[in-house]
């Protein structure tokens, strides 16, 4: 099978921290912090405490720090003790491997880090996973989320940023409002951001739901750019993945949101061939031969001629039938444009003076979602836009209606059938000059 290796950031919804609080997002005031991986690392003080990784592979590396006030931990994989060691530094160094193993069977695994002393921390863990079959390639797709592959519903926003993939993310407050791709491959990974405003996520794969924590109970700020989920146990046909809003639940806020998914495509080898027959023996040998008689087939063909013309014969009928009633129907004779119709009465004729008002036609034009966001600011920009539409409404258009004005010659035949009708104002005031005595 093809290898490939995935980042797991210590923000990521994948790595699980327990019990409850003793655990603490890095602070910005961590100098050191801003020299881990994506700027970020999980610590403790407390001992017992864990930080479990479920992961699909065959090997997996922890990463953390050593600083003087950290203790001792441990690692195991599957229940498995994989290191027994100390966090204990002459200074601050980062990025250190904690713990690491491979060779495992590739397929789920779960890997445990305990502080057993004073405290420690860790930055991220490297999965070496699998997929394919054996000496096949590894090809990856990247679809950000404003591909047109990506179909959105309900109320989402774009907003633009080079804080994510290609400066564009996708998020939502509305309760399910969903995103949907439909993907071929053997791996698809998503990815966003957490917050401790965020709500779970909901994922779904050919109808397998899952609930991902969007952020709020394990980290203190945003992150951008994390693995939201992960899964390589798919198979190389056509899947459907749908991300969904759950809504706000107790101790969540109400935002989810999509930066890119990225799928994993294995090829087959290069060459590579079907396998053949080990030998002639184990080809499929010929049997007897069987058949009908010669009558017997001469019947058959005669039958199926009979059928043949009963269809032509049935195609010509229907040919004729249906030409004559086009006929029928050019002949029938036409309404005449001036006669009443049963509901008009004698003022309602289709005259050259009065002609009748057209009806309003209706036509639909889409409306924009009108929803009020209360997004925190680092969804704001200037280029934020709505990419979703609500159902359309029905707008009532009129028709102008025509001129009623008589034409110039309709006027002189009025003037001549009333002759006593006062004559017309001449256009320009009579001259006031008297003449002279």
């Given at each position: 099978?093809?290898?490939?290796?995935?980042?797991?950031?210590?923000?990521?919804?994948?790595?699980?921290?327990?019990?409850?609080?003793?655990?603490?997002?890095?602070?910005?005031?961590?100098?050191?912090?801003?020299?881990?991986?994506?700027?970020?690392?999980?610590?403790?003080?407390?001992?017992?405490?864990?930080?479990?990784?479920?992961?699909?592979?065959?090997?997996?590396?922890?990463?953390?720090?050593?600083?003087?006030?950290?203790?001792?931990?441990?690692?195991?994989?599957?229940?498995?003790?994989?290191?027994?060691?100390?966090?204990?530094?002459?200074?601050?160094?980062?990025?250190?491997?904690?713990?690491?193993?491979?060779?495992?069977?590739?397929?789920?695994?779960?890997?445990?880090?305990?502080?057993?002393?004073?405290?420690?921390?860790?930055?991220?863990?490297?999965?070496?996973?699998?997929?394919?079959?054996?000496?096949?390639?590894?090809?990856?797709?990247?679809?950000?989320?404003?591909?047109?592959?990506?179909?959105?519903?309900?109320?989402?926003?774009?907003?633009?940023?080079?804080?994510?993939?290609?400066?564009?993310?996708?998020?939502?407050?509305?309760?399910?409002?969903?995103?949907?791709?439909?993907?071929?491959?053997?791996?698809?990974?998503?990815?966003?951001?957490?917050?401790?405003?965020?709500?779970?996520?909901?994922?779904?794969?050919?109808?397998?739901?899952?609930?991902?924590?969007?952020?709020?109970?394990?980290?203190?700020?945003?992150?951008?750019q994390t693995l939201l989920y992960y899964a390589n146990d798919l198979d190389a046909s056509q899947?459907?993945?749908?991300?969904?809003?759950?809504g706000q639940k107790s101790g969540t806020g109400p935002f989810i949101d999509l930066d890119s998914?990225?799928?994993?495509?294995?090829?087959?080898?290069?060459?590579?061939?079907?396998?053949?027959?080990?030998?002639?023996?184990?080809?499929?040998?010929?049997?007897?031969?069987?058949?009908?008689?010669?009558?017997?087939?001469?019947?058959?063909?005669?039958?199926?001629?009979?059928?043949?013309?009963?269809?032509?014969?049935?195609?010509v009928l229907l040919f004729l039938r249906r030409r004559r009633r086009a006929r029928q129907h050019?002949?029938?004779?036409?309404?005449?444009?001036?006669?009443?119709?049963?509901?008009?009465?004698?003022?309602?004729?289709?005259?050259?003076?009065?002609?009748?008002?057209?009806?309003?036609?209706?036509?639909?034009?889409?409306?924009?979602?009108?929803?009020?966001?209360?997004?925190?600011?680092?969804?704001?920009?200037?280029?934020?836009?709505?990419?979703?539409?609500?159902?359309?409404?029905?707008?009532?258009?009129?028709?102008?209606?025509?001129?009623?004005?008589?034409?110039?010659?309709?006027?002189?035949?009025?003037?001549?059938?009333?002759?006593?009708?006062?004559?017309?104002?001449?256009?320009?005031?009579?001259?006031?000059?008297?003449?002279?005595?």
């Amino acid at each position: 099978m093809a290898s490939f290796n995935l980042t797991i950031d210590d923000s990521s919804p994948l790595i699980s921290y327990g019990p409850s609080g003793a655990w603490q997002d890095a602070s910005s005031s961590d100098i050191a912090g801003l020299t881990y991986n994506g700027n970020s690392l999980h610590t403790t003080k407390a001992p017992g405490a864990t930080a479990t990784i479920n992961f699909n592979g065959t090997g997996i590396t922890l990463y953390g720090g050593r600083r003087p006030e950290y203790g001792r931990y441990t690692m195991t994989v599957d229940g498995r003790m994989i290191t027994d060691s100390s966090a204990s530094g002459g200074g601050i160094e980062l990025q250190q491997v904690l713990g690491s193993v491979s060779g495992l069977a590739n397929g789920p695994h779960t890997a445990v880090l305990t502080s057993t002393g004073v405290g420690m921390d860790i930055d991220w863990a490297n999965v070496v996973t699998q997929v394919g079959s054996t000496g096949s390639t590894i090809t990856s797709a990247i679809y950000d989320d404003a591909n047109p592959a990506m179909t959105y519903a309900g109320a989402w926003q774009k907003v633009d940023s080079p804080s994510y993939m290609n400066n564009t993310l996708h998020f939502t407050q509305a309760a399910g409002a969903a995103a949907s791709l439909a993907f071929s491959g053997n791996a698809v990974a998503i990815y966003g951001t957490v917050s401790p405003d965020h709500a779970n996520i909901q994922v779904s794969i050919d109808g397998k739901t899952t609930m991902v924590s969007g952020g709020a109970d394990f980290t203190r700020s945003m992150h951008q750019q994390t693995l939201l989920y992960y899964a390589n146990d798919l198979d190389a046909s056509q899947h459907m993945l749908i991300v969904t809003n759950p809504g706000q639940k107790s101790g969540t806020g109400p935002f989810i949101d999509l930066d890119s998914v990225t799928v994993y495509s294995a090829s087959p080898p290069a060459g590579g061939s079907v396998p053949a027959f080990a030998n002639q023996s184990d080809s499929p040998r010929p049997g007897p031969k069987s058949g009908l008689s010669k009558g017997a087939l001469n019947g058959i063909a005669a039958v199926v001629v009979l059928i043949i013309l009963a269809i032509l014969a049935l195609l010509v009928l229907l040919f004729l039938r249906r030409r004559r009633r086009a006929r029928q129907h050019v002949m029938e004779p036409k309404t005449p444009a001036d006669a009443e119709l049963p509901l008009q009465g004698p003022n309602m004729r289709f005259t050259p003076i009065s002609p009748q008002q057209p009806m309003p036609t209706f036509s639909r034009m889409p409306t924009r979602t009108s929803v009020h966001s209360i997004a925190p600011s680092y969804y704001a920009n200037d280029n934020a836009s709505r990419s979703s539409f609500s159902s359309t409404a029905p707008i009532l258009t009129m028709p102008r209606v025509p001129s009623r004005a008589p034409s110039r010659q309709q006027v002189r035949q009025q003037d001549m059938m009333m002759p006593n009708q006062a004559p017309e104002r001449p256009s320009r005031p009579p001259s006031l000059v008297l003449p002279a005595r």
